[in-house]
């Protein structure tokens, strides 16, 4: 529970203190009245589950994945037999790989928030590394089922609901964490294509690359921008609004006062993923190198950066198996086998997780009400 504690310290500017980060600027003030809870976000969120946007990403992937198995004349028979003589004691360190990284990314958010201000110093309490695990699985479980980039508000808004932190506040560390999270995706993408390909770069394998240092320059002057006109901007935004903009400004550059640790936990994250491809490998008894694996896994995740469909469904499928068959030479049945079975680990294997924690927070949401903010940066 977000909380003011009367004992906590404070800096010189008394019990008012900001918390780190925040924008200092006469016609925006940081206390303007308690940001309003976002229930739309969990309103959205279930309106669109059966919506026919939704059912539709959802039939366009399932069309594409049928119409490029077809093309290249796959043998779904033969995939399910492979995949029945896979070793389960391999594929289950595959989702402990996946399923321990919630829980590193979970103190990772930790740290942001920490970093932003939100720490017990300045008299507030956030969930457990537990806790804020399970928040971001449920967002990533959001993303899964929506063809759009929801679960990120929802994130931010069950922050809102079991801390009484400011929904922009959190949502400024998400911002913060997802660009962190391409930068190093694109660090690990250069560095495992140049392990598998050296400098026999394929032309198939540039436009990934190119989209990614296209995006890590977007984001990077993105970022630049936003700091160096922090005041000006402020000037132009509706004074209803100026508090909400202050509050995620502040939360992401105060997430990212400390990057260090931030940057090689991502790196961290990323090997861990291209690990998961590499055991779903093994226990298929296929033999691709660790950088191979990273590199097929980074390639996936970037295939999703654009939401065209729920989690890249049907997108990261043709994507990751025209290099594998295409690029790597790697025979149709095993490749199928490697990116079914990985995806039934971090794709499917999420609905149904997500499912259940998702079926329990709206239980516990109607018994108990959300916390409120006492206090707020």
Do not use: C
Request: a positive charge; glycine letters at 10%; charged letters at 15%.
């Amino acid at each position: 529970m977000l909380t003011r504690n009367p004992a906590a310290p404070t800096d010189d500017r008394g019990a008012n203190a900001q918390p780190i980060g925040v924008i200092e600027h006469p016609e925006a003030p940081a206390d303007e009245g308690t940001e309003n809870e976002p229930t739309d976000v969990q309103d959205a969120l279930r309106r669109r589950l059966l919506s026919p946007h939704t059912l539709i990403s959802f039939g366009i992937a399932v069309a594409a994945i049928w119409f490029v198995t077809r093309r290249i004349d796959l043998d779904p028979a033969a995939i399910w037999a492979n995949i029945r003589q896979a070793n389960p004691l391999l594929l289950a360190v595959a989702f402990t790989l996946w399923y321990g990284a919630f829980f590193i990314r979970g103190g990772r958010w930790g740290y942001m928030l920490r970093s932003a201000g939100f720490d017990r110093t300045h008299g507030h309490t956030l969930p457990p590394t537990r806790g804020l695990a399970e928040i971001v699985l449920l967002a990533y479980f959001a993303n899964s089922i929506i063809p759009a980039k929801l679960g990120d508000a929802y994130r931010a808004y069950l922050l809102k609901r079991e801390s009484g932190a400011p929904f922009s506040a959190g949502f400024g560390t998400i911002l913060a964490e997802r660009l962190v999270d391409v930068l190093m995706l694109v660090v690990v993408l250069a560095g495992s294509a140049l392990l598998v390909f050296g400098s026999q770069m394929p032309d198939e394998a540039r436009p990934a690359l190119l989209l990614g240092a296209l995006l890590v320059v977007a984001g990077v002057a993105g970022l630049g921008l936003l700091w160096a006109t922090r005041n000006a901007i402020v000037r132009f935004v509706p004074q209803r609004f100026r508090g909400a903009y202050g509050r995620l400004h502040a939360a992401i550059f105060g997430a990212l006062r400390r990057p260090t640790l931030v940057l090689g936990v991502g790196l961290l994250l990323w090997f861990g993923d291209g690990m998961r491809v590499w055991f779903v490998a093994r226990s298929l008894d296929a033999g691709i190198s660790p950088a191979v694996a990273i590199l097929v896994a980074v390639m996936g995740a970037l295939l999703t950066v654009v939401p065209f469909t729920p989690a890249g469904l049907g997108v990261v499928e043709i994507g990751v198996g025209s290099v594998l068959i295409g690029v790597l030479g790697l025979d149709p049945v095993t490749a199928g086998s490697i990116i079914l079975l990985d995806r039934v680990v971090a794709y499917w294997s999420l609905l149904l997780v997500g499912a259940i924690l998702y079926v329990r927070r709206l239980r516990h949401e109607y018994r108990e009400p959300a916390v409120p903010a006492a206090s707020r940066p």
